[in-house]
């Protein structure tokens, strides 16, 4: 039964974890961020959730872009460790043995494990409570086009998809996973 609270109910999981990257001149850093969004399919754009305190937030209001990445299950240690690790106390991507290439339009890592991330401008940032939504123009895609079927799709097949339900654990969407199609009752 739904009963009434005063207290803040957070039921925002299990969901698609981003790996956001940055980079301004010789320092570059990774974070896990839960709440992000695609805000805009023409143009492109696409938002993401970061605390003022963050590391990577300086480095995104410095260089005016960052990078969106997604990794398949097998690399969710990436999601753990950027989550956990601080870029202030040394190179996550030395600590987590994350190798990148640099971006085509912006100078933010992309992760070479990733099966799909987004290039980004910075076009705004709004600070809402805790957090700031940083908002970008999508100004390049890279998408491993193995990892989807000819309906564009995730290939469960071929692609594992951690999905984060919260203190460490994840849902593993894989061709374990039921898929149904849902119908309007009428």
Known sequence: MLKSTDQTVMHSYPGLVALVTANDGDTQNIMAAGWHSY?????????????????????????????????????????????????????KFEQLKATWKKGETVSAPI????????????????????????????????KDESKFGDDRLPNFNELKIP????????????????????????
């Open 39 to 91: 805000i805009s399919y023409s143009p492109a754009i696409y938002g993401v959730a970061v605390a003022k305190e963050r590391f990577t937030h300086h480095l995104i209001e410095k260089s005016k872009s960052f990078a969106i990445n997604f990794v398949a299950a097998e690399h969710a240690y990436l999601i753990e460790g950027s989550g956990k690790l601080t870029g202030a106390n040394g190179n």
């Open 111 to 142: 992760l070479d494990v990733a099966y799909v991330a987004y290039e980004c401008e910075v076009m705004d940032i709004q600070t809402y409570g805790d957090h700031d939504w940083i908002v970008g123009k999508i100004t390049k895609f890279h």
């Open 163 to 186: 999905l984060y339900l919260g203190q460490s654990k994840y849902l593993i969407g894989d061709k374990t996973c039921t898929i149904e199609q849902v119908e309007l009752k009428k």
